[in-house]
T-cell receptor, first 109, second 116 residues
Framework: GDSVTQMEGPVTLSEEAFLTINCTYT??????LFWYVQYPGEGLQLLLK?????DKGSNKGFEATYRKETTSFHLEKGSVQVSDSAVYFC????????FGQGTELSVKP | KAGVTQTPRYLIKTRGQQVTLSCSPI?????VSWYQQTPGQGLQFLFE???????NKGNFPGRFSGRQFSNSRSEMNVSTLELGDSALYLC???????????????FGNGTRLTVT
């Protein structure tokens, strides 16, 4: 069945460091891909999305490119802030949203 | 516009008891999905309701059930609680079923269930 695999956390970075969170997927066909973010004590919220191969989703300085050849959708940000500390989830649309395990990001001042 | 509202926020139950969790979706949203979140298993899909009909179901035992009312509000019920049912239960709503590209899932803040 469809599945999503994310790099394990926690990831700890200093402010202004470069962020990459790896995400790969297994699916039939070419599903839409998403990144959701969960701040402490809250539910998940959509961060960005890509609906077809080579699409780049972007929001709040975060970017991810849909790579069909490597079945990946890695999340990147050039300069993280303390306020980016959260859990990040990669997901695909398999008729229902299927999420990865989540990667906790902690950004230190 | 009010967001997705889940009640109660916290719940403590004893093994063997049953529990009912409630979810009020965003006004106009007809699809409600439920997820279980645990440190070990991550986010696991429980089921989805659309227009009072169950559209999708995850791999959970029959002790987990749900329903949706005509006003799109949804409840999930867990009977004969086990210690392993301790988790954060998240409800999410969207305009449509199965189409998230232009109608993303909006999540509530969850109900934290502890089974002792």
């Amino acid at each position: 069945g469809d599945s999503v695999t994310q790099m394990e956390g926690p990831v700890t970075l200093s402010e202004e460091a470069f962020l990459t969170i790896n995400c790969t997927y297994t699916a039939t066909g070419y599903p839409s891909l998403f990144w959701y973010v969960q701040y402490p004590g809250e539910g998940l919220q959509l961060l960005l999305k890509a609906t077809k191969a080579d699409d780049k989703g972007s929001n709040k300085g975060f970017e991810a490119t849909y790579r069909k050849e490597t079945t990946s959708f890695h999340l990147e940000k050039g300069s993280v802030q303390v306020s980016d500390s959260a859990v990040y989830f990669c997901a695909l649309n398999g008729g229902k949203l299927i999420f990865g395990q989540g990667t906790e990001l902690s950004v230190k001042p | 516009k009010a967001g997705v509202t889940q009640t109660p926020r916290y719940l403590i139950k004893t093994r063997g008891q049953q529990v009912t969790l409630s979810c009020s979706p965003i006004s106009g949203h007809r699809s409600v999905s439920w997820y279980q979140q645990t440190p070990g298993q991550g986010l696991q899909f429980l089921f989805e309701y659309f227009s009072e009909t169950q559209r999708n179901k995850g791999n959970f035992p029959g002790r987990f059930s749900g329903r949706q009312f005509s006003n799109s509000r949804s409840e999930m019920n867990v009977s004969t609680l086990e210690l392993g049912d301790s988790a954060l239960y998240l409800c999410a709503s969207s305009l449509q079923t199965g189409v998230f590209e232009n109608s993303p899932l909006h999540f509530g803040n969850g109900t934290r269930l502890t089974v002792t």
